[in-house]
């Protein structure tokens, strides 16, 4: 599995800067609205190539075999 993360950044004039790595899709606002909760006020978003990718969900079917 590729790494995830959220880089946050303060400049100096406190001014909050976050980004995701690695988490594709809209869950990556999912994860940054936990993150920073209502925080701040949002003044703007800029969507990467990441935010249009899905997510791939890895399942694992088991197979039982049963004797008859």
Avoid: P
Avoid at 6 to 24: C, F, M, P
Avoid at 36 to 65: P, R, V
């Amino acid at each position: 599995m590729a790494e995830q993360r959220i880089v946050i950044t303060i400049d100096e004039n406190g001014k909050i800067n976050a980004s995701t790595e690695g988490i594709k899709g809209e869950i990556c606002l999912d994860e940054l609205q936990e993150l920073l909760g209502n925080m701040e006020e949002i003044q703007s978003i800029s969507k990467t190539d990441e935010f249009y990718q899905s997510n791939e969900l890895k399942s694992k079917n088991k197979i039982q075999n049963k004797k008859q």
